[in-house]
């Protein structure tokens, strides 16, 4: 068993609070991943579960037992920190033995381990070679094999691939994951790229501010994001977020005519994520271009649909110059109310049945 839990857990340093009261669990085998912007306490987060930090208040379990206040060195949770943090004067075999030779490990167990764990990583070629004859995946990888090696069933994970290019990067996720499912680890995994979070985590903790703004799988942030704040985060781009105002025949785009649906439009936001609009050939809502990205897999346009702006994903070449006239529909049940005061998810709910405005 290797199950993590934070019970309300609070870290001040002096006035300022970093995390506020946050709970959650991250169950034995799972890939949780700590999810939000440049400090919002996610590595805080981290590096208290780690033993670094000390909590202010709260309680840190791991497999049942309170280690709230005790040294990372009895947590049995290994770590993998953004810069690597690898000895530039040791080989790439003195790097990943390290902590067992600080502990007095037996040189044969020693060298069993490290021929076992080279060849999980793919670095059994490269035991000879110095951090700087290595390239950046493969100091990634040492940085990995470091922290398998000491064969804890905990990893916690400090935006380990932030360093790397975008091809790199994907390779590494891909790698990662694979690896972390072989070995059954418990991984805490911390990202400020909704696109590692999304295609690595079983479960996602996104954080604001110190507070757990949303937590679950993936698929649940992305279909039924639970504020404005997720809504806008997930996704690439992220949900167009219209304000709403209140038409003659109902809720319609503040600036804009058509009504979506019958019903109180004023105090609401309406969310619709840019894959999921699309160009009317009738009806649906009145649009200007503003502007088209062409992506080669994908179009993005950027449209003005009275005092808003949106955007409209489409497979393959769209060519519309600024200034079209179009008109658009959306998937019914793609739709999302939230509340423009407070920011949630409004508690009623857009039924295929009620849009005035769907697909054609």
Known sequence: MSEIVLEKVTKRFGRMTAVDAVSFRAETGKFVVLLGPSGCGKSTLLRLIAGLEDVTEGRILIDGRDVTRLS????????VFQSYALFPHLSTQENIVFGLKVRRMPEGERLKRLAQVAEVVGLADLLDRKPQQLSGGQRQRVALARAIIAENNICLMDEPLSNLDAQLRHGMRVEIRALQQRLGMTVVYVTH?????MSMADRVVLI?????????SPEDLYARPATIFAARFIGTPGMNLLALADGPGGAVVRGSQDTLFPGRGGGLTLGVRPEHVWLANSGGVAATVTSSEYHGADTILTVRVGEETLFM????????????????????????????ATGMRAAEELQPGRLAVAAD
Request: glycine content about 10%; charged content about 30%.
């Open 193 to 197: 790229d909704q696109v590692e979070a």
């Open 313 to 340: 994903r489409a497979p393959g070449q769209l060519a519309q110059a600024a200034g079209t006239q179009v008109r658009l529909a959306w998937k019914p049940g793609s739709l999302h109310l939230f509340d423009a």
């Open 208 to 216: 604001r501010e110190g507070r757990i703004e949303q937590e679950g």
């Open 72 to 79: 990372p060195d009895k947590r049995r949770v290994s770590m």
